[in-house]
Structure formats: C-alpha cells, structure tokens
Nanobody, 122 residues
C-alpha cells in the first residue's frame, strides 16, 4: 500500500506560479514512479506529467510543456510539481499518483492522493 498526500494548491492570478507537493509513505519511494493528473469540473481526469523512479526521466502533456516541471526527492519521499505561467484553463483538482513504471495512462496508476484544488483567475 502507498499513501499519498498532496499539498500546495490555492488560488493565483494568470501568469502566476504554484508548487504542489505530494508526500508518499508505505513503500520505498525509489521503487515507484510518480505522476500528476488533473480534473476540471465536468471533464475527464487527464495526464499532466510523470517522473521515473530514479527521477532520470520525465514525460509531460503538450499543454504544460515549458510551463510545468515535475521533480522528486527520494530522500524526502516527496514529488513536486512546479507550475509557472499559469492559465485559467489550468484550473482543476490536481492529483498525484503512484505506479510501478512511468506512464501517462491512468490505468497504470494504482494509488492516488485525495487531490488539491488549483484555481487560476484571469
């Protein structure tokens, strides 16, 4: 079992920045790949970005490339999502998730956090 707890959400104006954190417990952190997904009201949960177990590989959705950066600190059992140049369309509940390998597919993720709200106003 892996427990995930997100933090760092909030409200920001367009063009601003936020950093989300996700603390993991229950399994050796370096053995799990991590991803961030988001879900806006009335929409499907969508992939944002993911990072491999070692942190050596990352993969991001085209909509966030150049603006969002995923990173991890295996010593702190934490994954981060740095979000810059935020847009109103980034407004959503953001979820971190854990998988056995890096992937953009929801079905590959076995464990999910409770989500944290990000609201970007124009």
């Amino acid at each position: 079992q892996v427990q995930l707890v997100e933090s760092g959400g909030g409200s920001v104006q367009a063009g601003g920045s936020l950093r989300l954190s996700c603390a993991a417990s229950g399994r050796t952190f370096s053995t799990i790949a991590m991803g961030w997904f988001r879900q806006a009201p009335g929409q499907e949960r969508e992939f944002v970005t993911a990072i491999s177990r070692s942190g050596g590989s990352t993969y991001s959705a085209d909509s966030v490339k150049g603006r969002f950066t995923i990173s991890r600190d295996n010593a702190k059992n934490t994954v981060y999502l740095q979000m810059n140049s935020l847009k109103p369309e980034d407004t959503a509940v953001y979820y971190c998730a854990a998988a056995n390998f890096i992937s953009s597919l929801k079905d590959h993720y076995n464990y999910w956090g409770q989500g944290t709200q990000v609201t970007v106003s124009s």
